[in-house]
């Protein structure tokens, strides 16, 4: 368990000896594609790390709608923000393929925290760097259009080479629901910058063929 936890970045700056403790209060959970993880409401005590494989975040409606808020991967935590707050989890966690998760438990995080400045530091870092991101997402859903967001989205996971195909691991679905898009309208718009030669797509395959025509993209 302590060679595990020191591969976590929140962790791996701690010498062997405070690793110690916290090992003692943290479990594995090994989960499979569909397992959820917590549902919203169930009680909080402790935060997850993603090892490997992938999680969503998610809402879901009285009718069955769900809403991905977040996508989690390995080295990526979750649920500090309620473990310190004390509340239930407002979101319901499921794994989107095979994966690995260490809870690390409340109480041993909290006396490891209380004797180590320096990793209550680099834990608030880390809460911060993801509420950044939120108002990001926040910003974008308030001022860019569809077709904005779902191009940032593309950009950031293309890896520069023009004509060179990239792999979108996981459904479309997922992805516009993180973007706030429905599925139709997400196909809309990848069918639109499709027609107008700016991207390819075949199947979780996306090839970018005009950057900048992309970037300048007003649809």
Known sequence: MRDLLSQVPLFNELPPQDLEPIARGTSEISAVRGDIIFRRGDPCVGFHVVVYGQVKLLFVSN?????VVRLIGPGDGFGEALMFMGQDYIVTAEALRDTLLLHVGRDALFDQLDRNPGMARKMLA?????LYSLM???????LHTGAQRLITYLLREWRG???QPFRIEISKAIVASRLNLTPEHFSRILRDLSDRRLIRVRGREYTILDPNGLKNYKG
Do not use: I, N, Q, W
Request: proline letters at 0%; hydrophobic letters at 25%.
């Open 126 to 130: 880390g809460l911060s760097r993801r």
């Open 63 to 67: 009718s069955g709608v769900e809403r």
């Open 136 to 142: 990001g997402d926040v910003e974008a859903y308030t």
């Open 161 to 163: 080479e023009v004509g």
